[in-house]
């Protein structure tokens, strides 16, 4: 019989850059979906507060005795966070089925003014901490059959100036998920993307967008996305969700455009 739309009931769900915007989205749907899971981010009050959301998503059935989620404080630019992320997942849940990347940060700069280091930092946490990550959760995955959900970005599709690295880093995801899918597909673990546009959440203003520009690039957003506005968190996160789903059992390599139709414009 085949699973209702989006059902993650009995599946465990590692998910990275959960403490806020599109990877706190996704916990708490996962969770509202029958998922178990591990949740991994920098700031501990954060994600204190995401995993309240998804035990009030869960409700009664967290007092019925099902997991609650399991919380990781780590930096994954460090390799012994990412591996201590990994084991702490499998130690407390004993599998692991699904595994969203979503860990992300954005810099501003073009080639007349960045730096290696901002490369090095880009780079390190956008594309380096998924490549350890998924080289160690592959071999749970390959147990389950599982799933692997990496969230990219319009960015690594298109081209926008100002942004140069973070445009490389998306590019090299996009990449990733081809080649990664290709390997696995054998083994019937599947590899797929979501390239948001943009959303609502903190990125723009940690990397550097004063309130007043971050409004700008909001408003400025209704007329270079085709349906006239930015995207939600939650709207990603229903893209992943079926990504990570037996209802996309036929799907791996793709980078799914979740972005307003952004990815097809060419606004002047």
């Known amino acids: 019989m085949a699973a209702s739309l989006g059902n993650l009931t ?9 403490s806020s915007g599109i990877g706190a989205a996704t916990a708490v749907l996962f969770s509202k979906l029958g998922a178990s899971v591990a949740l991994t981010g920098r700031k501990s009050e954060n994600l204190q507060q995401v995993g309240s959301q998804c035990e009030q998503a869960v409700g009664k059935k ?12 780590g930096d994954l630019s460090k390799e012994e966070d990412t591996k201590l992320v990994l084991d702490e997942t499998i130690k407390q849940y004993g599998k692991l089925n699904i595994l969203v990347n979503c860990a992300g940060v954005i810099e501003f700069g073009s080639i007349e ?18 490549y350890h990550l998924t080289m160690l959760a592959v071999p749970h995955l390959v147990e389950t059959k599982g799933s ?19 445009n490389m880093s998306k590019s090299a995801i996009d990449q990733f998920t ?5 390997e696995l597909a054998p083994k019937q673990v599947r ?16 990397g550097g967008l004063t309130d007043d520009a971050y409004a700008k690039f909001l408003e400025r957003s209704k007329e270079t ?31 799914i455009p979740v972005d307003g139709g952004r990815h097809a414009m060419c606004p002047r």
């Open 10 to 18: 009995g599946k465990v769900a590692l998910i990275t850059g959960a």
């Open 225 to 255: 996305h085709a349906l006239g506005r930015p995207g939600q968190p939650e709207e990603v996160a229903r893209a992943i969700a079926f990504m990570a789903s037996d209802d996309s059992s036929f799907v791996t390599g793709a980078s």
């Open 178 to 182: 081809r080649c990664v899918a290709l």
């Open 113 to 130: 003014n960045t730096s290696l280091e901002q490369y090095d930092r880009v780079f390190n946490i956008n594309v380096r901490s998924i």
């Open 191 to 206: 590899v797929n993307s979501v390239n948001p546009g943009v959303v609502v959440t903190e990125l723009q203003k940690r």
């Open 62 to 73: 967290v007092q019925a005795g099902n997991c609650k989620p399991l919380l990781l404080v």
């Open 148 to 166: 692997i959900v990496n969230v990219s970005s319009v960015n690594g599709i298109r081209s926008f100036p100002g942004v140069l690295a973070y």
